[in-house]
Protein backbone atom coordinates (compact mmCIF):
# COMPACT_ATOMS: atom_id res chain seq x y z
CA UNK A 1 0.00 0.00 0.00
CA UNK A 2 1.10 3.26 -1.00
CA UNK A 3 2.99 5.81 1.30
CA UNK A 4 3.58 9.83 1.14
CA UNK A 5 6.45 10.94 1.71
CA UNK A 6 6.98 14.75 2.55
CA UNK A 7 9.70 16.94 2.76
CA UNK A 8 8.60 20.06 4.96
CA UNK A 9 9.24 23.70 5.54
CA UNK A 10 7.50 24.59 1.85
CA UNK A 11 6.11 27.37 1.68
CA UNK A 12 2.91 27.12 -0.50
CA UNK A 13 1.81 29.53 -2.97
CA UNK A 14 -0.45 29.19 -6.18
CA UNK A 15 -3.74 27.91 -7.59
CA UNK A 16 -5.76 25.17 -7.32
CA UNK A 17 -8.64 23.85 -9.98
CA UNK A 18 -11.29 22.39 -7.12
CA UNK A 19 -12.67 18.95 -8.46
CA UNK A 20 -16.17 17.82 -8.08
CA UNK A 21 -17.83 16.87 -4.43
CA UNK A 22 -17.41 13.21 -3.44
CA UNK A 23 -20.63 13.56 -1.12
CA UNK A 24 -22.49 15.20 -3.69
CA UNK A 25 -21.28 12.76 -6.29
CA UNK A 26 -21.82 9.47 -4.54
CA UNK A 27 -25.91 10.05 -3.91
CA UNK A 28 -26.01 11.05 -7.45
CA UNK A 29 -24.21 8.47 -8.95
CA UNK A 30 -26.71 5.84 -7.05
CA UNK A 31 -29.93 8.38 -8.07
CA UNK A 32 -29.04 6.85 -10.90
CA UNK A 33 -31.09 3.88 -10.17
CA UNK A 34 -34.44 5.85 -9.67
CA UNK A 35 -35.22 5.37 -13.59
CA UNK A 36 -34.28 3.47 -16.60
CA UNK A 37 -32.76 6.41 -18.21
CA UNK A 38 -29.22 7.47 -19.09
CA UNK A 39 -27.55 9.72 -16.55
CA UNK A 40 -24.91 12.24 -17.99
CA UNK A 41 -22.59 13.17 -15.03
CA UNK A 42 -20.25 16.15 -15.21
CA UNK A 43 -17.10 17.18 -12.88
CA UNK A 44 -17.07 13.67 -11.20
CA UNK A 45 -14.12 13.53 -9.38
CA UNK A 46 -11.81 10.36 -9.84
CA UNK A 47 -11.28 9.08 -6.17
CA UNK A 48 -11.45 5.78 -4.34
CA UNK A 49 -15.27 6.18 -3.23
CA UNK A 50 -16.27 7.15 -6.37
CA UNK A 51 -14.46 3.69 -8.42
CA UNK A 52 -16.10 1.69 -5.41
CA UNK A 53 -20.13 3.26 -6.52
CA UNK A 54 -19.14 2.68 -9.90
CA UNK A 55 -18.44 -1.17 -8.67
CA UNK A 56 -21.86 -1.38 -6.61
CA UNK A 57 -23.47 -0.42 -9.63
CA UNK A 58 -22.12 -2.54 -11.77
CA UNK A 59 -22.40 -5.44 -9.13
CA UNK A 60 -26.53 -4.92 -9.41
CA UNK A 61 -25.94 -4.72 -13.03
CA UNK A 62 -26.11 -0.73 -14.14
CA UNK A 63 -22.73 0.16 -16.57
CA UNK A 64 -20.70 3.31 -15.87
CA UNK A 65 -18.28 4.50 -18.27
CA UNK A 66 -16.45 7.60 -18.51
CA UNK A 67 -16.01 9.77 -21.24
CA UNK A 68 -13.38 11.77 -20.34
CA UNK A 69 -14.56 13.90 -17.42
CA UNK A 70 -18.02 13.11 -17.98
CA UNK A 71 -19.52 9.54 -16.89
CA UNK A 72 -21.96 7.68 -18.26
CA UNK A 73 -24.24 5.30 -16.30
CA UNK A 74 -26.90 3.27 -18.37
CA UNK A 75 -29.50 1.63 -15.67
CA UNK A 76 -32.10 0.18 -18.12
CA UNK A 77 -30.79 -3.52 -17.49
CA UNK A 78 -30.30 -4.38 -13.56
CA UNK A 79 -30.22 -7.54 -12.61
CA UNK A 80 -29.76 -8.22 -8.94
CA UNK A 81 -31.06 -6.02 -5.93
CA UNK A 82 -28.54 -7.11 -3.20
CA UNK A 83 -25.28 -5.15 -2.34
CA UNK A 84 -22.30 -7.39 -1.80
CA UNK A 85 -21.20 -7.14 1.84
CA UNK A 86 -17.13 -6.78 0.50
CA UNK A 87 -17.98 -3.09 -1.49
CA UNK A 88 -20.42 -2.38 1.75
CA UNK A 89 -17.76 -2.87 4.07
CA UNK A 90 -15.07 -0.58 2.60
CA UNK A 91 -17.38 2.45 2.01
CA UNK A 92 -20.42 3.14 4.42
CA UNK A 93 -22.04 5.11 1.90
CA UNK A 94 -23.21 2.27 -0.05
CA UNK A 95 -26.47 1.98 2.00
CA UNK A 96 -27.28 4.57 -0.56
CA UNK A 97 -28.82 1.95 -3.09
CA UNK A 98 -31.95 1.05 -0.16
CA UNK A 99 -33.90 3.84 -1.09
CA UNK A 100 -33.82 3.58 -4.70
CA UNK A 101 -33.36 0.38 -4.84
CA UNK A 102 -36.46 -0.50 -2.64
CA UNK A 103 -38.74 2.43 -4.74
CA UNK A 104 -37.96 1.40 -8.37
CA UNK A 105 -37.66 -2.42 -7.72
CA UNK A 106 -39.73 -3.03 -4.54
CA UNK A 107 -36.75 -5.19 -3.01
CA UNK A 108 -33.29 -4.72 -1.71
CA UNK A 109 -29.87 -6.22 0.31
CA UNK A 110 -27.71 -4.32 1.89
CA UNK A 111 -25.55 -5.85 4.57
CA UNK A 112 -25.60 -3.58 7.92
CA UNK A 113 -22.07 -1.40 7.69
CA UNK A 114 -20.16 -2.21 10.65
CA UNK A 115 -18.54 0.67 12.93
CA UNK A 116 -15.56 2.63 11.14
CA UNK A 117 -12.71 4.44 12.73
CA UNK A 118 -14.69 8.01 13.34
CA UNK A 119 -17.68 5.71 15.72
CA UNK A 120 -20.18 2.95 15.88
CA UNK A 121 -22.35 5.13 13.22
CA UNK A 122 -25.61 3.51 13.45
CA UNK A 123 -28.19 3.21 10.16
CA UNK A 124 -31.20 2.99 12.56
CA UNK A 125 -32.51 6.77 11.10
CA UNK A 126 -32.79 5.13 7.05
CA UNK A 127 -34.40 1.81 8.42
CA UNK A 128 -36.86 3.79 10.86
CA UNK A 129 -37.58 6.01 7.71
CA UNK A 130 -38.05 3.31 5.62
CA UNK A 131 -39.92 1.63 7.58
CA UNK A 132 -42.72 4.73 7.88
CA UNK A 133 -42.73 4.79 4.21
CA UNK A 134 -44.69 1.52 4.68
CA UNK A 135 -41.84 -0.76 4.10
CA UNK A 136 -41.47 -4.15 5.57
CA UNK A 137 -37.84 -4.38 6.90
CA UNK A 138 -35.87 -7.19 8.30
CA UNK A 139 -32.64 -7.49 9.63
CA UNK A 140 -31.32 -11.31 9.32
CA UNK A 141 -27.60 -12.71 8.94
CA UNK A 142 -26.01 -9.56 9.08
CA UNK A 143 -28.20 -7.92 6.20
CA UNK A 144 -31.55 -5.28 5.78
CA UNK A 145 -33.83 -6.68 3.84
CA UNK A 146 -36.54 -4.06 2.58
CA UNK A 147 -39.37 -5.00 0.74
CA UNK A 148 -42.43 -2.68 -0.39
CA UNK A 149 -44.53 -2.84 -3.49
CA UNK A 150 -44.63 0.90 -3.19
CA UNK A 151 -43.73 2.95 -0.77
CA UNK A 152 -46.30 5.53 0.83
CA UNK A 153 -45.51 9.18 1.61
CA UNK A 154 -45.66 9.90 5.68
CA UNK A 155 -43.87 12.34 7.42
CA UNK A 156 -40.10 11.48 9.15
CA UNK A 157 -38.63 13.35 11.99
CA UNK A 158 -34.66 12.87 12.03
CA UNK A 159 -32.82 13.01 15.03
CA UNK A 160 -30.05 13.77 14.49
CA UNK A 161 -29.98 14.58 11.16
CA UNK A 162 -28.01 12.55 8.81
CA UNK A 163 -26.86 13.57 5.60
CA UNK A 164 -27.19 10.28 3.87
CA UNK A 165 -29.66 9.50 5.70
CA UNK A 166 -32.03 12.68 4.67
CA UNK A 167 -30.33 11.36 0.82
CA UNK A 168 -31.85 7.90 1.25
CA UNK A 169 -35.64 8.75 2.06
CA UNK A 170 -35.62 11.80 -0.21
CA UNK A 171 -34.49 9.63 -3.18
CA UNK A 172 -37.03 6.65 -1.48
CA UNK A 173 -40.07 9.42 -1.54
CA UNK A 174 -39.54 10.75 -5.13
CA UNK A 175 -41.61 7.54 -6.61
CA UNK A 176 -44.35 6.93 -3.53
CA UNK A 177 -47.73 7.61 -3.21
CA UNK A 178 -48.57 10.63 -2.07
CA UNK A 179 -46.19 13.34 0.17
CA UNK A 180 -43.09 12.71 2.12
CA UNK A 181 -42.69 15.50 4.66
CA UNK A 182 -38.53 14.91 6.29
CA UNK A 183 -38.40 17.00 8.96
CA UNK A 184 -35.18 18.02 10.88
CA UNK A 185 -33.42 16.84 7.35
CA UNK A 186 -29.74 17.56 6.45
CA UNK A 187 -29.11 20.99 5.38
CA UNK A 188 -25.69 20.08 3.52
CA UNK A 189 -24.96 21.69 0.25
CA UNK A 190 -24.83 18.03 -1.02
CA UNK A 191 -27.99 17.46 -0.09
CA UNK A 192 -29.47 20.12 -2.55
CA UNK A 193 -27.15 18.97 -5.29
CA UNK A 194 -28.67 15.73 -5.38
CA UNK A 195 -32.15 17.48 -5.02
CA UNK A 196 -31.53 19.89 -7.82
CA UNK A 197 -30.96 16.57 -9.98
CA UNK A 198 -33.69 14.76 -9.04
CA UNK A 199 -35.91 17.96 -10.03
CA UNK A 200 -34.32 18.24 -13.16
CA UNK A 201 -34.94 14.59 -13.98
CA UNK A 202 -39.22 15.03 -12.60
CA UNK A 203 -39.12 14.66 -9.19
CA UNK A 204 -40.76 17.13 -6.90
CA UNK A 205 -39.24 18.62 -3.73
CA UNK A 206 -39.62 21.44 -1.85
CA UNK A 207 -37.41 23.01 1.05
CA UNK A 208 -33.60 21.97 0.69
CA UNK A 209 -31.10 23.65 1.95
CA UNK A 210 -33.77 24.37 5.10
CA UNK A 211 -34.62 21.71 7.27
CA UNK A 212 -38.20 20.32 6.57
CA UNK A 213 -37.86 18.85 2.83
CA UNK A 214 -41.10 18.02 1.06
CA UNK A 215 -41.47 15.40 -1.89
CA UNK A 216 -44.69 14.57 -3.93
CA UNK A 217 -43.75 11.11 -5.31
CA UNK A 218 -44.14 10.71 -8.92
CA UNK A 219 -45.05 7.24 -10.96
CA UNK A 220 -41.59 7.35 -13.02
CA UNK A 221 -39.04 9.97 -13.54
CA UNK A 222 -39.15 11.63 -17.14
CA UNK A 223 -37.72 9.93 -20.17
CA UNK A 224 -34.36 11.08 -21.95
CA UNK A 225 -31.44 11.36 -20.72
CA UNK A 226 -30.42 13.15 -17.31
CA UNK A 227 -27.65 15.73 -17.15
CA UNK A 228 -25.66 17.07 -14.29
CA UNK A 229 -22.54 18.91 -13.19
CA UNK A 230 -21.73 17.65 -9.42
CA UNK A 231 -21.36 20.91 -7.18
CA UNK A 232 -17.34 21.92 -6.02
CA UNK A 233 -15.49 19.81 -3.67
CA UNK A 234 -16.18 22.32 -0.12
CA UNK A 235 -14.12 20.41 1.70
CA UNK A 236 -11.09 19.58 -0.37
CA UNK A 237 -10.84 23.30 -1.36
CA UNK A 238 -11.11 23.68 2.61
CA UNK A 239 -8.00 21.27 2.70
CA UNK A 240 -6.32 23.65 0.49
CA UNK A 241 -7.09 26.62 1.78
CA UNK A 242 -5.62 25.29 5.23
CA UNK A 243 -2.37 24.25 3.56
CA UNK A 244 -1.89 27.77 2.49
CA UNK A 245 -2.51 28.98 5.68
CA UNK A 246 -0.54 25.80 7.79
CA UNK A 247 2.51 26.61 5.16
CA UNK A 248 2.64 30.69 5.77
CA UNK A 249 1.20 30.65 1.90
CA UNK A 250 -0.43 31.76 -0.22
CA UNK A 251 -3.00 29.47 -1.78
CA UNK A 252 -5.83 30.36 -4.18
CA UNK A 253 -8.77 27.81 -5.04
CA UNK A 254 -10.98 28.27 -8.11
CA UNK A 255 -14.77 27.12 -7.81
CA UNK A 256 -17.68 28.60 -8.84
CA UNK A 257 -19.36 28.99 -5.72
CA UNK A 258 -17.17 30.60 -3.50
CA UNK A 259 -19.77 30.83 -0.74
CA UNK A 260 -19.45 27.37 -0.18
CA UNK A 261 -16.25 28.36 1.47
CA UNK A 262 -18.03 30.73 3.93
CA UNK A 263 -17.73 28.97 7.29
CA UNK A 264 -14.04 27.87 6.76
CA UNK A 265 -13.27 31.39 5.65
CA UNK A 266 -14.78 33.02 8.63
CA UNK A 267 -12.47 30.41 10.93
CA UNK A 268 -9.30 31.14 8.50
CA UNK A 269 -9.72 34.66 8.91
CA UNK A 270 -9.96 34.38 13.21
CA UNK A 271 -6.41 32.65 13.07
CA UNK A 272 -4.85 35.52 11.29
CA UNK A 273 -5.58 34.55 7.54
CA UNK A 274 -6.24 37.36 5.16
CA UNK A 275 -8.95 36.14 3.18
CA UNK A 276 -10.11 37.51 -0.52
CA UNK A 277 -13.04 36.26 -2.39
CA UNK A 278 -13.96 37.02 -6.07
CA UNK A 279 -17.05 35.83 -8.27
CA UNK A 280 -14.85 32.42 -9.25
CA UNK A 281 -11.91 31.58 -6.31
CA UNK A 282 -11.21 32.35 -2.75
CA UNK A 283 -7.35 33.48 -1.85
CA UNK A 284 -5.53 33.00 1.48
CA UNK A 285 -2.50 35.06 2.40
CA UNK A 286 -0.91 34.06 5.66
CA UNK A 287 2.36 35.90 6.38
CA UNK A 288 2.81 35.14 10.37
CA UNK A 289 1.87 32.22 12.70
CA UNK A 290 -1.25 31.58 13.39
CA UNK A 291 -3.67 32.89 16.62
CA UNK A 292 -5.35 30.13 18.57
CA UNK A 293 -9.20 29.89 17.85
CA UNK A 294 -12.07 27.72 19.39
CA UNK A 295 -13.78 25.36 16.98
CA UNK A 296 -16.80 23.12 17.46
CA UNK A 297 -18.34 21.30 14.81
CA UNK A 298 -22.14 21.23 14.11
CA UNK A 299 -24.10 19.86 11.06
CA UNK A 300 -24.73 22.52 8.80
CA UNK A 301 -24.54 25.69 8.91
CA UNK A 302 -22.12 24.32 12.02
CA UNK A 303 -18.41 23.91 11.25
CA UNK A 304 -18.04 20.81 9.29
CA UNK A 305 -16.95 17.56 10.98
CA UNK A 306 -14.97 16.74 7.36
CA UNK A 307 -12.62 19.85 8.25
CA UNK A 308 -12.33 19.70 11.87
CA UNK A 309 -8.98 17.60 11.70
CA UNK A 310 -7.43 19.84 9.01
CA UNK A 311 -8.14 22.68 11.28
CA UNK A 312 -6.76 20.95 14.16
CA UNK A 313 -3.44 20.63 12.33
CA UNK A 314 -3.13 24.63 11.91
CA UNK A 315 -4.26 24.99 15.44
CA UNK A 316 -0.87 22.91 16.68
CA UNK A 317 1.45 25.73 15.29
CA UNK A 318 -0.92 28.57 16.33
CA UNK A 319 0.03 30.63 19.10
CA UNK A 320 -2.43 30.07 22.04
CA UNK A 321 -4.38 27.33 22.86
CA UNK A 322 -7.49 25.83 21.02
CA UNK A 323 -10.17 24.17 21.90
CA UNK A 324 -11.55 21.93 19.17
CA UNK A 325 -15.04 20.42 20.08
CA UNK A 326 -16.58 17.59 17.93
CA UNK A 327 -20.15 16.99 17.77
CA UNK A 328 -21.23 15.01 15.07
CA UNK A 329 -19.13 11.96 15.69
CA UNK A 330 -17.93 10.11 18.79
CA UNK A 331 -14.66 9.21 17.82
CA UNK A 332 -13.08 11.81 15.44
CA UNK A 333 -9.73 13.19 17.10
CA UNK A 334 -7.90 9.79 15.79
CA UNK A 335 -5.33 11.83 14.65
CA UNK A 336 -4.40 13.81 17.56
CA UNK A 337 -2.38 10.81 18.63
CA UNK A 338 -0.19 11.36 15.48
CA UNK A 339 0.01 14.54 15.73
CA UNK A 340 1.26 14.39 18.89
CA UNK A 341 4.20 12.25 17.83
CA UNK A 342 5.13 14.84 15.54
CA UNK A 343 5.67 17.29 18.47
CA UNK A 344 2.21 18.80 18.50
CA UNK A 345 1.10 19.33 22.48
CA UNK A 346 -2.46 18.26 22.49
CA UNK A 347 -4.59 16.63 25.65
CA UNK A 348 -8.31 14.90 24.93
CA UNK A 349 -10.94 15.04 26.93
CA UNK A 350 -13.75 13.55 25.65
CA UNK A 351 -14.70 14.77 22.46
CA UNK A 352 -12.70 18.19 23.20
CA UNK A 353 -8.77 18.34 22.30
CA UNK A 354 -7.30 21.17 24.27
CA UNK A 355 -4.53 22.28 21.79
CA UNK A 356 -1.52 24.50 23.19
CA UNK A 357 -0.06 25.93 19.59
CA UNK A 358 4.01 25.16 19.49
CA UNK A 359 6.20 27.00 17.81
CA UNK A 360 7.41 24.21 15.12
CA UNK A 361 6.08 20.53 14.67
CA UNK A 362 8.79 17.90 13.46
CA UNK A 363 8.93 15.24 10.36
CA UNK A 364 7.93 11.83 12.36
CA UNK A 365 6.67 8.19 10.60
CA UNK A 366 2.49 8.51 11.09
CA UNK A 367 -0.50 6.55 9.76
CA UNK A 368 -3.66 7.62 8.53
CA UNK A 369 -6.56 6.14 9.77
CA UNK A 370 -9.56 8.19 8.54
CA UNK A 371 -10.00 10.02 4.94
CA UNK A 372 -9.61 13.50 7.04
CA UNK A 373 -7.60 12.63 9.93
CA UNK A 374 -5.36 11.62 6.85
CA UNK A 375 -5.64 14.65 5.23
CA UNK A 376 -4.64 16.43 8.64
CA UNK A 377 -1.58 14.60 9.10
CA UNK A 378 -0.34 15.83 5.42
CA UNK A 379 -1.11 19.66 6.68
CA UNK A 380 1.02 19.38 9.43
CA UNK A 381 3.84 17.03 7.63
CA UNK A 382 3.77 20.18 5.34
CA UNK A 383 5.14 22.56 7.39
CA UNK A 384 6.79 20.10 9.77
CA UNK A 385 10.54 20.01 9.80
CA UNK A 386 11.92 17.54 7.85
CA UNK A 387 10.79 14.42 6.80
CA UNK A 388 7.39 12.90 7.45
CA UNK A 389 6.08 9.30 6.60
CA UNK A 390 2.74 8.65 5.99
CA UNK A 391 1.17 5.17 5.97
CA UNK A 392 -2.46 3.86 5.05
CA UNK A 393 -2.51 7.06 2.88
CA UNK A 394 -5.52 4.55 1.02
CA UNK A 395 -7.65 7.06 3.51
CA UNK A 396 -6.61 9.80 1.93
CA UNK A 397 -7.29 8.38 -1.70
CA UNK A 398 -10.88 7.24 -0.61
CA UNK A 399 -11.57 11.21 -1.06
CA UNK A 400 -8.85 13.52 -2.72
CA UNK A 401 -7.98 13.93 -6.69
CA UNK A 402 -4.32 13.99 -6.79
CA UNK A 403 -3.43 15.29 -3.48
CA UNK A 404 0.50 14.99 -3.59
CA UNK A 405 0.38 16.35 -7.70
CA UNK A 406 -1.97 19.36 -5.97
CA UNK A 407 0.43 20.20 -3.17
CA UNK A 408 3.65 19.42 -5.52
CA UNK A 409 2.32 22.22 -8.12
CA UNK A 410 1.90 24.09 -5.27
CA UNK A 411 5.52 24.00 -4.29
CA UNK A 412 5.47 21.45 -1.85
CA UNK A 413 7.55 18.14 -1.75
CA UNK A 414 5.61 14.83 -1.45
CA UNK A 415 6.71 11.65 -2.76
CA UNK A 416 4.30 9.09 -3.59
CA UNK A 417 6.05 5.13 -2.47
CA UNK A 418 4.98 2.05 -3.05
CA UNK A 419 5.12 -0.14 -0.18
CA UNK A 420 4.01 -3.74 0.69
CA UNK A 421 3.09 -2.94 3.91
CA UNK A 422 0.16 -0.79 5.07
C1 LIG B 1 -21.96 12.25 5.71
C2 LIG B 1 -20.71 12.47 4.89
C3 LIG B 1 -19.49 12.55 5.80
C4 LIG B 1 -19.68 13.63 6.86
C5 LIG B 1 -21.01 13.41 7.59
C6 LIG B 1 -21.34 14.54 8.54
C7 LIG B 1 -21.25 11.39 2.81
C8 LIG B 1 -21.02 10.25 1.86
N1 LIG B 1 -20.57 11.35 3.96
O1 LIG B 1 -21.81 11.00 6.38
O2 LIG B 1 -18.35 12.87 4.99
O3 LIG B 1 -18.65 13.54 7.80
O4 LIG B 1 -22.09 13.31 6.64
O5 LIG B 1 -21.38 15.75 7.86
O6 LIG B 1 -21.99 12.31 2.50
N2 LIG B 1 -26.65 8.88 12.81
C9 LIG B 1 -27.52 8.12 13.56
N3 LIG B 1 -28.33 7.23 12.92
C10 LIG B 1 -28.33 7.09 11.55
C11 LIG B 1 -27.46 7.89 10.79
C12 LIG B 1 -26.61 8.78 11.44
O7 LIG B 1 -27.54 8.22 14.78
O8 LIG B 1 -29.10 6.27 11.04
C13 LIG B 1 -25.75 9.84 13.47
C14 LIG B 1 -24.26 9.55 13.21
O9 LIG B 1 -23.79 8.57 14.10
C15 LIG B 1 -23.66 10.91 13.44
C16 LIG B 1 -24.73 11.86 12.92
O10 LIG B 1 -25.93 11.10 12.86
O11 LIG B 1 -23.47 11.13 14.81
C17 LIG B 1 -24.47 12.45 11.57
O12 LIG B 1 -24.08 11.42 10.68
P1 LIG B 1 -24.51 11.44 9.15
O13 LIG B 1 -24.94 12.79 8.76
O14 LIG B 1 -25.47 10.32 8.92
O15 LIG B 1 -23.18 11.05 8.41
P2 LIG B 1 -23.10 10.31 7.04
O16 LIG B 1 -24.31 10.63 6.25
O17 LIG B 1 -22.74 8.88 7.25
Not at 379 to 405: F, K, M, N, Q, W
Amino acid sequence: MDRLIVEGGQRLSGEIQVSGAKNAALPILVSSLLSPHTCVLENIPDVVDVRTMCQLLGVLGATTSWDGPRLLIRTETLKSHEAPYALVSTMRASILVLGPLVARWGEAIVPLPGGCAIGSRPVNLHIDGLRALGAEVRIQHGNIHVKAKRLKGARIAMEPSSVTGTENLMMAAVLAEGVTVIENAAREPEVADLAAFLIKRGARIQGCGTNTITIEGVEALNDGDHHHRIMADRMEAGTYLIAGAVTQGDVTVHLPSPDLLDDICTTLHATGAELSRNHGSVRVTMDRRASAVDVTTGPCPGFPTDLQAQMAALLSLAEGVSLVTETVFENRLTHVSELRRMGANITTNGNQARIVGVDKLSGAPVMASDLRGGAALILASLAAEGETIISRVYHVDRGYERIEGNLNTLGANVRRVKSNNA
